[in-house]
Each structure stands twice: as structure tokens, then as C-alpha cells.
């Protein structure tokens, strides 16, 4: 095996017991990117430590494969529909990128809700050019029935405001 010269770099793992100044202090790995993040210990108290969340171009990828869902583009189907079509993947991204650091999850979570939307407003004439009113009533739909999305069931439901 060969270290690749322009991937290989040593990084500086900065916590609260290692507080040095350096050129890297992060480093992208499997979809995640390790560097110093606040933290919260038994009793409450916040640290600094070297943690894992999910990485700036694994967050791009799943906005990229939300979108080329093309939830927008069909109006033919209901509700529980979407959610047995896109629930395994959005699931799968929970289990596997919501182990570490879940709150960096919370932008794809509301990006779903966003297409989510969009949907509601070509479904719903009513709702056609009231985005708001949709958000409100999608939100309506999240709390009686959390099950629908995996999000949902985790209390990240659409609000407005």
C-alpha cells in the first residue's frame, strides 16, 4: 500500500487538552468531517473535542439526490406514496450520518420538508401560490401522524416562521 502525496497531511486533532495552533485541524473521511466541536459531558458541562458529523460534500450529494427526486413533479401521488418511496433512503442517511453529531442532519431534514412543500403547492390548487399556508398545513399533517417520515418521528417536523 502507497500514501498518495497530494491525499496524505497530518492533521492536528485540537480538544481541550490540546490546544496548539496549526494549519489542519480537519480532515474529510467516509462522508464525515473530523475536526474540534463543542461537546457536552455527563454532568452537563461543555468541552471541546475532536468529533465526527457528517461533511459539507455528503450534505451536497443528498440535496443533489433530493432534488433529482422530482417530489414536485408528482402530483399523482399521496402523501403516504412519497413517504414508502424516499423514507428508506432519508432513513438510511439517519442511521448512518445521524450517529455522530445528529443537529448537522437538521438542514437535509428540512430540505426534505422544503420539497415536501413545493409538492403540496402542485398537488393542492389551494395552496398553489401560498407557501406558507402549506407549510402550515404539511406541519398540521406531520403532527397527527409522525410516523410518515422518519424525520417526523424524530420531532423535526415543518413550522412556519
Keep these: 500500500m502507497e500514501l498518495h502525496p497530494d491525499k496524505t497531511r497530518i492533521v492536528y486533532c485540537r480538544d481541550d487538552d490540546r490546544r496548539g495552533e496549526h494549519q489542519e485541524i480537519k480532515f474529510d473521511f467516509l462522508g464525515y468531517t473530523f475536526r474540534p ?3 457536552k459531558n455527563k454532568y452537563g458541562k461543555y ?3 475532536f468529533t465526527p458529523a457528517v461533511s459539507n460534500k455528503a450534505k451536497k450529494a443528498m440535496r443533489q439526490t433530493i432534488r433529482g427526486w422530482r417530489m414536485h413533479l408528482k402530483p399523482d401521488k399521496t402523501l403516504e406514496d412519497l413517504s414508502r418511496m424516499f423514507n428508506p433512503v432519508i432513513r438510511g442517511w439517519a442511521n448512518f450520518y445521524g450517529r455522530f453529531y445528529k443537529s448537522e442532519m437538521y438542514s437535509i431534514y428540512r430540505h426534505v420538508d422544503r420539497a415536501l412543500v413545493r409538492w403540496v403547492q402542485q398537488k393542492y390548487k389551494r395552496f398553489k401560490r401560498h407557501k406558507r399556508r402549506a407549510i402550515y398545513w404539511l406541519g398540521k399533517i406531520a403532527r397527527r401522524e409522525p410516523k410518515l417520515f ?5 420531532g423535526i417536523c415543518p413550522t412556519v416562521g
Design 37 to 39: 466541536r463543542r461537546s
Design 47 to 49: 468541552f471541546i473535542n
Design 150 to 154: 422518519i424525520h417526523w418521528q424524530m
